[in-house]
């Protein structure tokens, strides 16, 4: 089944190759792939047509960092913090009692809503951690469910030491390289580390991240979130996909980010460390936002992603963290919307998302509103009008469709 998208009035494609386009630009999709793409005056026939109406395409918003794996919630360590206390990461460890208890269906139904939220709002593709278990029963069963919901699955039982292992945190690091890594690496495509005092310091870490990259696991780092520290420069040298957080860097954090700069985010540079910057984290803890202007200066790709969890961070709204990112870290809107799209592909190390050109994936956001620039230039506004995953209108807020959103 094809599908013309016509009357487009700004199609933001992130394809640095593709010709100039007019005022109003098509696209047209066959299946699960986007098939052409140019003037909607030349526009080939096809099966279905939505009229964009003028409105603004987008590719789908692309959530390369996520704890959707999870148990209950910690409203009142916000509260607290809302009134004065600091953040200190602790709290992960209250969310790992709530999920050890928790079934799987429970864990399944709040993983279920969580993707859903987030698809609503224009993720097409999400990334999911475990790190909420921390145990080898409870690791491998939160990225067999999480498996259920996205390929994009992260084993970190490196997030911090529980409880149970606080005397004796090199035994914990033997657990995981071992039979947590065992039991978890076959729902995995990635393995992380929360590099951070208070979590696990360099040598722990690159025995974790080794071990998994043994197994054939892509790497991810939790650095440089808290103070500085050897998270960016550990996953540089591990050839990580993307360092999060990035919010302390010394001048050689930076250069290491920027050793290999790439001219063209399309298909170049796959050996490049995407810093992925977490605003909402920054927001809910009321702490210094990461300087993407920086990064961004300095030639480093910059992804941008929600860090939906329980306690730090409890947002699925990749348009909020569009909004903190131009207003606090003095990105352009083009540049943080590039960021949520193209940026968290190649945070996942993939070209087949995150950008509108021929035989990229079917995943596309019609705005209610002219321009990209509105996402932030009207923050907390619903402007996702139309939500099309792999080819198919999976949430639309036109009147045709039923109460949920999605068309009859």
Not at 67 to 91: I, K, Q, S, V
Not at 246 to 269: P, Q, Y
Not at 346 to 370: E, H, K, N, T
Request: hydrophobic share 40%; glycine share 10%; proline share 5%.
């Amino acid at each position: 089944m094809s599908l013309l998208i016509t009357n487009i009035g700004e199609l933001f494609t992130n394809d640095s190759h593709a010709r100039s386009l007019p005022a109003s630009a098509a696209v047209v999709l066959d299946g699960e792939r986007i098939a052409w793409v140019g003037a909607a005056a030349d526009a080939p026939a096809a099966d279905e047509r939505i009229d964009a109406d003028g409105a603004a395409v987008l590719p789908g918003f692309v959530d390369s960092h996520a704890h959707l794996m999870f148990a209950g919630d910690r409203a009142a360590e916000f509260g607290a913090r809302m009134a004065g206390e600091p953040y200190t990461g602790g709290g992960i460890r209250t969310t790992v009692g709530a999920t050890r208890a928790a079934s799987d269906e429970e864990l399944r139904g709040n993983a279920r809503r969580l993707v859903r939220e987030a698809l609503r709002q224009g993720s097409t593709t999400i990334e999911i951690k475990s790190g909420y278990g921390l145990n080898v029963p409870d690791e491998a069963r939160s990225l067999r469910i999480a498996s259920e919901f996205t390929a994009e699955t992260t084993f970190l039982g490196a997030h911090v030491v529980p409880a149970e292992f606080r005397d004796r945190p090199d035994d914990y690091v033997a657990l995981v390289c071992g039979p947590m890594l065992a039991l978890a690496a076959p729902h995995a495509r990635w393995v992380d580390a929360f590099v951070e005092r208070g979590a696990f310091d360099e040598d722990q870490a690159r025995a974790i991240l080794s071990c998994g990259k043994e197994r054939g696991l892509g790497v991810r780092v939790h650095g440089n979130q808290l103070a500085p520290g050897p998270g960016v420069r550990l996953a540089v040298e591990l050839g990580a996909a993307s360092v999060d957080h990035c919010t302390h860097l010394s001048d050689a954090d930076l250069a290491a980010l920027t050793s290999t700069r790439v001219e063209c985010m399309c298909h170049d540079g796959w050996d490049t460390t995407v810093a992925t910057l977490l605003p909402g984290a920054e927001f809910s803890t009321r702490s210094p936002y990461p300087d993407a202007r920086r990064l961004i200066d300095a030639g480093a790709t910059v992804a941008l992603a929600t860090d939906c969890n329980p306690g730090s961070s409890y947002t699925s709204s990749m348009s909020f963290c569009i909004a903190l990112a131009v207003r606090e870290m003095r990105m352009t809107p083009a540049e943080a919307v590039r960021a949520a799209t193209l940026g968290g592909a190649r945070a996942l190390r993939r070209d087949d998302i995150g950008v509108i050109r021929p035989g990229a994936r079917a995943d596309l956001l019609i705005l209610d509103a002219p321009s990209h620039l509105h996402l932030a230039y009207r923050p907390g506004v619903p402007l996702i009008r139309t939500v099309i995953e792999a080819g198919r209108a999976v949430f639309t807020t036109d009147s045709s469709s039923t109460p949920d959103g999605v068309p009859q």
